[in-house]
């Protein structure tokens, strides 16, 4: 996702153990945002929109990264789950146009 003229990272999303407070896996953002957001989900999938017009799937475990949809507009929203006759979709809002994706059964 980062290209070789960006600049450096400078925000993320990390997982914290609450018991400890330690850091268990930390995926780095190029963009910091107060806007975007995160979405976890049942089936261990996490979510996250990022400044920079990307929407990520990650490992809610492990942080690895799984997909990533470059939507081409500013994300400035969360994105968000719903379901349809038991399937079940992701969508978020970037710039003018909302993108949805069906998840895998």
């Known amino acids: 996702m980062r290209g070789p003229n960006d600049p450096a990272p400078n925000a993320g999303v990390k997982a914290i ?10 995926f780095t953002l190029y963009q910091g945002s107060l806007t ?14 990022s400044r920079d017009g990307n929407i990520v799937a990650l490992d809610a475990k492990t ?15 969360a994105p968000m789950s719903y379901a349809i ?21």
């Open 17 to 26: 153990d609450p018991e400890t407070g330690k850091t268990v896996w930390a």
């Open 36 to 49: 975007n957001g995160v979405l976890a989900t049942g089936g261990g999938v996490l979510f996250a929109s």
């Open 63 to 77: 942080g690895k990264h799984l997909w990533h949809y470059q939507t081409g507009g500013n994300n400035a929203a």
């Open 85 to 105: 006759d038991g399937k079940q979709y992701v969508a978020l809002s970037a710039g003018t146009v909302l993108f949805s994706f069906a998840l895998p059964e």
